[in-house]
Every structure is written in structure tokens, then in C-alpha cells.
């Protein structure tokens, strides 16, 4: 069973800063596997990033996502406003098909 | 494009089963997985399980033995059952679409939702 772990667990920044996030697994796992949400409170998860790299439909090119093997990267690089919110990664293993989801990191306003 | 409206109670009494069903609109409910994913307060995200038309299906283990899912094509509807709820339960519910078969590992299409409060 893969578990991910994310880092830091609180991220304060201002706006028009750069927010890098972290997200860990426990074993080496595909790129193709790895995504990345932003969960914003009353509202539904949103996907940003899938296959590692690869920007969801809509998602703004200021979200990029980057690693491989065990250390993935979420980066925003200039944040706005509507970006201050809660960051999961996700994994997907095949072996049984299972979904699994970081903790989180909370990016708020410094 | 593609929605999901959720339906179901806010408020089960423990021991009971919780329901909830999901509903597709704007397209097809043919050819993706249909998730459900909760969230208790102060919490992260937690996999519940998934079904695909076919009626074929997987959980979180840790869930295993008290879900059960159904898919309904001709209302474009999936649900979700859990029973034997308890306070640990009491979460936000959430139904989603996977498109693991096209080789996209992650839920792009969310439902808005609904909070399931487990208490007498």
C-alpha cells in the first residue's frame, strides 16, 4: 500500500508569491499516477494536475507540476488570490485499482 | 459537459445504512469509473470505493465490508450504501468520475456534495 505524505503541512505566503508544495510516497511509483487537487471549503475537489505534469482541462499554466519516483512537486508561481486553499496528491495503484490521498497542505494568506 | 447532482438524507441514526445516489447528466454514464470520496471535518480526503457500468466494483479496504455500490444506466444514476454507521461517519460526501480507462488517473468531474451527519 503506497502512502503519501505531504510537506509542509502549512504554507503562509502572499499573493504574487511562489507556493511550492511537496507530496511524498512511501515506495516509487509511476508518473503517470500522481495528481494534484485543490479543495477550497463548501466546494467539490477540483483536479489541477494528472500524469505528474499534465494540467487539467481550464487549469491556469501557473500551476505546474513536476517529479518522479518517490518526490513530486506541486508549484503555483505567482499566487493569487482565489489560490489561498487546501493541496492533496493523489495516487492511483492498479494492484488492486485503489485511490489514495495525501493529508493536504493548506496554503493561506501570510 | 458533464454533471453530477448527489441526493440523499443529511442525518442517519448509528447502526443504520447510509444512501446516497449520484446523478449524471450532460453526458454519458457509459465508459468511466464513478466514485465516492468523503471528507470528515478537519480531515483529508478518504477513497471510498468505484463501479463501472459493467456492475464491477472497488473499495478502500479499510471500507470493504460495509459498502455497497450499484449502478444504474437507464437513470444515469450510481449509489452508494454503507451500513452500520457511527459517529465516525459523519463526513461529506462526495461522487466523482474517474477516467482511468483512458489513461487519466484522476477524478476530473465532481459532485457538489452532500453532508451526512450520523447521529440519533
Known amino acids: 500500500e503506497i502512502v503519501l505524505t505531504q510537506s509542509p503541512g502549512t504554507l503562509s505566503l502572499s499573493p504574487g508569491e511562489r507556493a511550492t508544495l511537496s507530496c511524498r510516497a512511501s515506495?516509487?511509483?509511476?508518473?503517470?499516477?500522481l495528481a494534484w487537487y485543490q479543495h477550497k471549503p463548501g466546494q467539490a475537489p477540483r483536479v489541477l494536475i494528472y500524469d505528474t505534469s499534465s494540467r487539467a482541462t481550464d487549469i491556469p499554466d501557473r500551476f505546474s507540476g513536476s517529479g518522479s519516483g518517490t518526490d513530486f512537486t506541486l508549484t503555483i508561481s505567482r499566487l493569487e488570490p482565489e489560490d489561498f486553499a487546501v493541496y492533496y496528491c493523489?495516487?492511483?495503484?492498479?494492484?488492486?485499482?485503489?485511490?489514495?490521498f495525501g493529508p493536504g497542505t493548506k496554503v493561506d494568506i501570510k | 459537459q458533464v454533471q453530477l447532482q448527489q441526493s440523499g438524507p443529511g442525518l442517519v441514526k448509528p447502526s443504520e445504512t447510509l444512501s446516497l445516489i449520484c446523478t449524471v447528466s450532460g453526458g454519458s454514464i457509459g465508459g468511466y469509473y464513478w466514485n465516492w470520496i468523503r471528507q470528515s471535518a478537519g480531515k483529508g480526503l478518504e477513497w471510498i470505493g468505484r463501479?463501472?457500468?459493467?456492475?464491477?466494483?472497488h473499495s478502500n479496504p479499510s471500507l470493504k465490508s460495509r459498502v455497497t455500490m450499484s449502478v444504474d444506466t437507464s437513470k444515469s444514476q450510481f449509489s452508494l450504501k454503507l451500513n452500520f454507521v457511527t459517529a465516525a461517519d459523519t463526513a461529506t460526501y462526495y461522487c466523482?468520475?474517474?477516467?482511468?480507462?483512458?489513461?487519466?488517473?484522476?477524478?476530473?468531474?465532481w459532485g457538489q456534495g452532500t453532508t451526512v451527519t450520523v447521529s440519533s
Open positions: 463501479i463501472y457500468i459493467s456492475g464491477t466494483t
Open positions: 515506495q516509487s511509483v509511476d508518473r503517470s499516477d
Open positions: 466523482a468520475r474517474d477516467r482511468s480507462g483512458y489513461f487519466y488517473y484522476a477524478m476530473d468531474v
Open positions: 493523489q495516487h492511483y495503484g492498479d494492484s488492486p485499482p485503489t485511490f489514495t
